[in-house]
């Protein structure tokens, strides 16, 4: 359990996507010029952390290295300070990413990867398109991927990318 704990909490540490904005400290926006990256929300003892009390996440916070809890700390302020209704999506993408099953969640890990190390100009394009494709039904999604329009402003790689993410990764206003 406290090997799960501090994986689940690396990855809270790690750069991540909230509805379009990459958290980062000092106002929660990419850093100028930059292109919003992807989170990877999976994590049973996250969202556990995530809904305690700050009181409670200290005494969990006090048992990991000094380095970790500074960076984390930082992070768990960053999330108390967002509006009750974006914590509560978070949350709710949390459980959604620890319902999938491993081989999903690492699909999904590794397409946000890819996702997070394109150039900042196909992020945005991506990001976009992303977007439509998660607001649309299972059907509509597999017709706008196969339409030759839509195909060709995609390399293979980002077109299986978005297939992925589009498919299994909730975004806001999809839940």
Same mark, same amino acid.
């Given at each position: 359990?406290?090997?799960?704990?501090?994986?689940?909490?690396?990855?809270? *540490?790690?750069?991540?996507?909230?509805?379009?904005? *990459?958290?980062?400290?000092?106002?929660?926006?990419?850093?100028?010029?930059?292109?919003?990256?992807?989170?990877?929300?999976?994590?049973?003892? #996250?969202? !556990?952390? %995530?809904?305690?009390?700050?009181?409670?996440?200290?005494? #969990?916070?006090?048992?990991?290295?000094?380095?970790?809890?500074?960076?984390? !700390?930082? !992070?768990?302020?960053?999330?108390?300070?967002?509006?009750?209704?974006?914590?509560?999506?978070?949350?709710?993408?949390?459980?959604?990413?620890?319902?999938?099953?491993?081989?999903?969640?690492? %699909?999904? *890990?590794?397409?946000?990867?890819?996702?997070?190390? %394109?150039?900042?100009?196909?992020? @945005? @394009?991506?990001?976009? *398109? %992303?977007?439509?494709?998660?607001?649309?039904?299972?059907?509509?999604?597999?017709?706008?991927?196969?339409?030759?329009?839509?195909?060709?402003?995609?390399?293979?790689?980002?077109?299986?990318?978005?297939?992925?993410?589009?498919?299994?990764?909730? #975004?806001?206003?999809?839940?």
């Amino acid at each position: 359990m406290k090997r799960y704990l501090q994986i689940g909490l690396m990855l809270l *540490a790690g750069s991540f996507m909230l509805s379009g904005q *990459a958290l980062r400290p000092g106002g929660g926006t990419p850093k100028k010029g930059g292109a919003p990256r992807m989170m990877n929300p999976g994590g049973g003892p #996250v969202e !556990r952390m %995530l809904a305690m009390t700050p009181e409670q996440r200290e005494r #969990v916070l006090e048992k990991l290295p000094p380095g970790k809890q500074a960076e984390l !700390r930082k !992070r768990f302020e960053q999330f108390d300070k967002r509006p009750t209704e974006e914590r509560q999506r978070l949350l709710r993408q949390w459980k959604y990413m620890e319902s999938l099953s491993p081989e999903k969640r690492e %699909l999904l *890990a590794r397409q946000m990867q890819a996702f997070n190390a %394109l150039p900042d100009d196909r992020r @945005v @394009v991506l990001r976009r *398109a %992303l977007n439509q494709l998660s607001r649309l039904t299972p059907e509509e999604r597999e017709a706008r991927l196969a339409a030759e329009p839509f195909k060709s402003r995609f390399s293979a790689t980002e077109l299986q990318m978005l297939s992925d993410l589009s498919n299994n990764f909730p #975004v806001p206003g999809k839940e």
